[in-house]
């Protein structure tokens, strides 16, 4: 585990986004069109200019699925427990979270809005991630970093869960809000120059 400073933690979270920025462009933008509700494939493959069977890779490579009704399901429900912060910050929509501890089995709750975190139980709670790397791009994201975002019920449970990464980093969920933002603020400026 490493224990780094949160300012530090934010930069190569930013810096990884601003160096494939266009990468991350589909989500980011899949992001800010739910604003004004639900995103079909078509209304996202017209927003990006693609075609359908782009669009259809994006869904593929992402991991996004239809609902019932045709529509791409969210990340908020993801396995990262950064996203779920983040899809707040991005969509202005504010998330319920349940998430069990994986070193305790026990439920973590929270209420994620625009403007932070509101309802925290357990107080004490942590979320564990892992910092990009100079190969870190909107492809392997999934696999190099999301996989590694856990929520804990506290850091000494976090600390002495045997599966760990041993780069990971700690954060109480009140910093991780904190980085969510800026990562949001970050992917807005991105988003603004793209013309979104």
Known sequence: MLDIPLQEVITAHTDALAAPASGFLPMIRFLFLQRSGPVSPDRLATAMHWTPSEGEAFLHASGLVLDDRGTIQTVAGSGCALD??????????????????????????LTVTPQGIEDLDPQGAVLSLRLPGPA????????????????????????????????????????????????ASAARRYAEQAGF
């Not at 899809?87 to 319920?96: K, N, Q, R």
């Not at 909107?138 to 019920?153: K, L, M, P, Q, R």
Request: with cysteine; net charge negative.
């Open 136 to 183: 870190t791009n909107a492809s392997n994201a999934g696999e190099t970093i999301c996989v590694y975002g856990h929520f804990f019920v506290d850091r000494e449970h976090a600390s002495a869960w045997p599966d760990l990464h041993p780069e990971a980093v700690l954060l109480s969920v009140e910093d991780a809000a904190r980085l969510a933002e800026a990562l």
């Open 84 to 109: 779920t912060l983040l899809f707040s910050m991005l969509t202005g929509h504010s998330t319920h979270v349940v998430s069990t501890c994986p070193a305790t089995g026990k439920e973590i709750r």
